[in-house]
């Protein structure tokens, strides 16, 4: 099992990287503010089945990588850095998107279509695999007990975080985007903190040492 202290880490950054903008955040928000807390609470199941997903082929990915190539884990430490990095960009970046400027007119879409959409959303995303590919080994020593185990450990972390943040985004998306509208103050300061806390990880993850 991995320990108390490591796990507190990574539930704060799990919590940081689930708050920044990206493709399931902008699909949740979008349905949310346009078809209703129902549609949004349908495609969130559809985004967590595709963590599930990703989760369970990075799992088993990471067991046989970590456990036959040790060089791995500087490459992936190394792509977890420059990620992060890349989304603290982003997160300040001027021609960065308002997450909550949605198009009130899209087409209104069933619930099978809400939750296939919602789970392609999160499958097809790139980003999601690299974040589990580059993250999870910083956290995950030999000593701790089985690879594999410990993966799926921090998978069933991550998927509680992204679900918790993401229920409260359904349910408060129409407020919140109501606020920021009339507080762009806040969006800069939001977008700041953002940055400095995705900087700080990514220092982190660059000194740290190979298990």
């Known amino acids: 099992m991995i320990p108390l202290q490591e796990l507190v880490f990574f539930i ?49 990915g990471l067991t046989a990588v970590l456990l036959a190539v040790p060089l791995a884990y500087t490459v992936l430490k190394t792509l977890g850095t420059v990620y992060l990095l890349y989304l603290a ?28 959409v919602g789970f392609l959303t999160n499958v ?33 972390i991550q998927i509680f975080v992204s679900f918790s943040v993401n229920f409260i985004i359904v349910l408060t998306a129409a407020r919140v985007a109501a606020f920021f509208a009339g507080n762009p103050f806040w969006v800069k300061v939001q977008k700041w903190f953002m940055a400095s806390v995705l900087t700080y990880l990514a220092v982190k993850m660059a000194f740290s040492k190979a298990r």
Do not use: W
Not at 39 to 54: E, M, N, P
Not at 137 to 154: M, N
């Open 124 to 156: 097809l995303n790139p980003k999601v695999a690299v974040f589990y590919l580059s993250f999870f080994p910083q956290f995950i020593k030999p000593e701790y007990g089985s690879v594999l185990t410990q993966s799926l450990e921090l998978g069933v």
């Open 89 to 116: 960009y982003q997160a300040i970046n001027p021609k960065s998107r308002n997450i909550f400027d949605v198009d009130k007119n899209s087409p209104h879409d069933g619930p099978k279509k809400l939750f296939t």
């Open 12 to 60: 704060l950054a799990a919590l940081v990287l689930v708050i920044s903008p990206g493709p399931n955040m902008i699909y949740l928000i979008s349905k949310s503010i346009t078809q209703g807390k129902k549609s949004g609470l349908i495609s969130l199941a559809g985004v967590v089945c595709g963590f599930l997903f990703h989760i369970i082929m990075v799992s088993f």
